[in-house]
C-alpha cells in the first residue's frame, strides 16, 4: 500500500453485546493485517469494545433492535475507526477523568470506558450531529 492510498472497511451489526465479538474479530484482523503487533492490537480491540458498549448500554439503553456501524480507514501509517449510531446523545466533555487510585480502593465498576479510549488511542474525537453520533479514534502504526 503506498502512502498516498486509502483503505477501508465495514461492519454493521445490531446492538447486542453477544455481537460484540464479532466486532472484535473485524478490528484486530485489520489491525494485524495493517502492521500492527499484538499489543496494539489488543489495545484497539479494547479500545473499540467499550465504545461499542456504551453504545449499547447508554446510547440504546439494551434495545437490540438498533445498529452501530463501524468503519476502518487506513490512510498512510493512520488507522482510524469511526463508530457511529442513533442512540441517545451525551455530552462528552462532562465525563470527568476518573481519580483511579479512589477508584481502585472501592473495587468500583464500570465507567472506564472513555478514560481508556483516550489513554489507548492517539486521537479521540466525539462528533454528535443531531440524528447519530459518530466517535473517530485514529492509532498510528509507528
Excluded: W
Amino acid at each position: 500500500m503506498t502512502q498516498s492510498s486509502i483503505y477501508r472497511s465495514s461492519i454493521s451489526i445490531p446492538s447486542q453485546t453477544e455481537r460484540l465479538n464479532d466486532v472484535r474479530e473485524f478490528v484486530s484482523g485489520l489491525a494485524r493485517l495493517h502492521g500492527f503487533g499484538e499489543d496494539d492490537v489488543n489495545k484497539i480491540t479494547i479500545a473499540v469494545d467499550e465504545a461499542c458498549t456504551n453504545i449499547i448500554k447508554h446510547g440504546y439503553g439494551y434495545s437490540p433492535d438498533h445498529s452501530i456501524e463501524v468503519e476502518i480507514i487506513r490512510t498512510g501509517n493512520d488507522f482510524e475507526i469511526v463508530i457511529s449510531d442513533k442512540g441517545k446523545q451525551f455530552d462528552p466533555k462532562a465525563i470527568q477523568t476518573p481519580d483511579m487510585k479512589d477508584y481502585l480502593q472501592h473495587y468500583r465498576r464500570g465507567g472506564l470506558g472513555v478514560y481508556l479510549m483516550k489513554r489507548i488511542m492517539d486521537k479521540v474525537e466525539f462528533d454528535l450531529h443531531r440524528d447519530r453520533n459518530v466517535l473517530r479514534m485514529i492509532k498510528t502504526l509507528q
